[in-house]
């Protein structure tokens, strides 16, 4: 008989490394010991991870992890604990219907729920489960360097894409390296940023784990501003390999005071950015973000908006794969919870999941210096 436990104990690592291994691949980042329990705050927890495990006596049949996240969902004074789900996986074989009892048990977990990345299975039950979906979160690109994007480019784009999408900034860069991130320097007022209404709330705390204690990702974390209304972005730098060898500025993150000073101080900071990734010689940026709010700034300084049909420039790096992919958005809300507009609606690409590493680190990933340091 098959049981369900709400958490899953790490003295069970090698029942779960096992399966993981089987179901997934025995180098799949989940099998790294080291990122599973920072994935499903295991310290936090006593020793135990957000994942629903299903059992037949000894043996993992499934899985769905879940991690409650204060997410702001309309009201920034009251934020509520949303549960974001990720790593939903049966093994094959096991009985029809597990992975829906799966997803009706996290379901009487909260009244709020999200998800990104939805596969096609999962989609098509969290549909009948009457989830909304967001089919494609926007991605802007930025050419940072063009020689290195002919060789990247997609076998349905042309260097006529590119052009259209190149870094244009006379600027120099002004980066203040004495920055040190606390709650002095950063509390921003939330009522100053309506474009984050609906999404994880962006807290030091948040930030600290996300981010700042990452096991395998080294994020910069640039910030301007008073602490009550800072500018925010966030990236980090990945080395694509495979076809080609280049390095990729991935923007995971950017936000900014909705008003005009705001807008002002957002810009200039992201023309740093792309101004710092270019002279570490990065080919080209991208951000992929639900809100055009914040999106707006990539075409500002030169970059544009993939069109939904035809890719630009890849989005998995590590190996390059030329395959049209859309990051997705898929929520469910009760009692009486208000569903988001598109434009205060903050999806990016760090959401739950959807920056990861795709496989267990084999060397000493590139130690690149931190911009960003961490009282
Ligand atoms: C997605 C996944 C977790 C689903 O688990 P599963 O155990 O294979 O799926 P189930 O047997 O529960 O459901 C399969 C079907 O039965 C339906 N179903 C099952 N129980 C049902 C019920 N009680 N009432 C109505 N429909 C039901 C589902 O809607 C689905 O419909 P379909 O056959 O038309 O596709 C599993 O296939 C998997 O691990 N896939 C690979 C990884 C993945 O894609 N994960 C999802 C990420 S979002």
């Known amino acids: ?12 690592w090698e029942q779960m490394r096992s ?30 991870a957000s994942l629903l495990c299903a059992w037949e006596d000894d043996r993992l049949e499934g899985i769905l992890g879940y991690l409650p996240i204060l997410t702001h969902w309309g009201d920034v004074n009251n934020p509520v604990k949303g549960i974001w789900l990720l790593y939903w996986m049966v093994r094959e074989g096991a009985p029809r219907g597990l992975g829906w009892l799966l997803a009706k048990r996290v379901q009487s977990l909260s009244p709020l729920l999200l998800t990104v990345n939805a596969s096609k299975l999962g989609t098509s039950i969290l549909r009948e ?10 991605r802007y690109i930025c050419v940072l360097d063009k020689k290195q994007c002919v060789a990247m480019l997609s076998p349905q784009a042309t260097e006529k ?18 920055f040190i991130l606390n709650k002095d320097t950063y509390h921003p007022d939330w009522k100053l940023y309506p474009g984050l209404a609906f999404g994880t ?20 974390i640039a910030v301007r501003g ?3 209304r800072p500018v925010v972005c966030i990236y980090r730098i990945e080395e694509a390999f495979g076809s080609y060898e280049a ?37 080209y940026v991208d951000f992929i973000c639900s809100n055009k709010t914040y999106g707006w700034v990539i075409t500002h300084l030169g970059g544009r908006e993939e069109s939904e049909d035809k890719q630009i420039l890849p989005v998995r790096l590590a190996p390059i794969e030329q395959v049209l992919r859309h990051q997705n958005f898929a929520f469910r809300v009760l009692q009486g919870l208000r569903n988001p507009e598109a434009d205060n609606l903050q999806i990016t ?27």
């Open 1 to 12: 008989m098959i049981t369900i436990d709400e958490n899953f104990s790490i003295v069970k």
């Open 19 to 48: 399966f993981l291994s089987e179901c997934y691949r025995p180098d799949h980042i989940l099998c790294y010991k080291k990122f599973f329990e920072w994935q499903f705050q295991v310290k936090q927890n006593n020793e135990r």
């Open 129 to 138: 489960l009457s989830w909304s979906f967001l089919s494609r979160v926007p």
């Open 161 to 178: 894409d590119l052009d259209a999408m190149v870094f244009d900034n006379d600027r120099k860069t002004f980066f203040n390296s004495e």
């Open 201 to 220: 709330v962006r807290s030091l705390d948040y930030f600290k784990w996300r981010y700042l204690s990452h096991p395998v990702f080294n994020y910069r």
């Open 226 to 228: 008073e602490a009550q």
């Open 247 to 283: 390095r990729v500025g991935r923007i995971v993150d950017f936000f900014h005071p909705s008003d005009e000073q705001g807008k002002r101080e957002g810009a200039a900071l992201m023309g740093d950015v792309l101004q710092q990734l270019k002279e570490l010689g990065c080919a």
């Open 349 to 375: 690409k760090s959401d739950i999941d959807g920056d990861h590493p795709v496989s267990v680190p084999t060397q000493t990933h590139h130690a690149i210096v931190d911009y960003q340091k961490a009282a």
